[in-house]
């Protein structure tokens, strides 16, 4: 059973900076995506950044320049570090680590973590 914990979520003032961790835990492919989300009240869940097995990163247009992904294969742990901080940035995020077979048209697995609040204030 694989699990993703978050962790580096809370409240900061506007300006200020934030790094989120997502390590998976159990038995997982190294070659995989790894991707974090977020969620803000009455909104819908959005990609914020991904970063592929390939190295292609991908960052919402929201977030360039001032947020940044990572990733550490050997322990399968992605990373996003938040600078410049806006109240606008306030939400649930969510890190995703998932596989899909291109060949197969399908997941191989898709996991989510539990979520971890971020509230910047003005």
């Known amino acids: 059973q694989v699990q993703l914990v978050e962790s580096g979520g809370g409240l900061v003032q506007a300006g200020g900076s934030l790094r989120l961790s997502c390590a998976a835990s159990?038995?997982?492919?190294?070659?995989?995506?790894m991707g974090w989300y977020r969620q803000a009240p009455g909104k819908e869940r959005e990609l914020v950044a991904s970063?592929?097995?390939?190295?292609?990163?991908n960052l919402a247009d929201s977030v360039k320049g001032r947020f940044t992904i990572s990733r550490d294969n050997a322990k399968n742990t992605v990373y996003l570090q938040m600078n410049s901080l806006k109240p606008e940035d306030t939400a649930v995020y969510y890190c995703?680590?998932?596989?899909?077979?291109?060949?197969?048209?399908?997941?191989?697995?898709?996991?989510w973590g539990q979520g971890t609040q971020v509230t910047v204030s003005s």
């Open positions: 970063f592929s097995s390939g190295g292609n990163i």
């Open positions: 159990g038995s997982i492919s190294s070659i995989n995506d």
């Open positions: 995703r680590i998932w596989k899909y077979s291109s060949f197969f048209s399908r997941y191989e697995y898709d996991y």
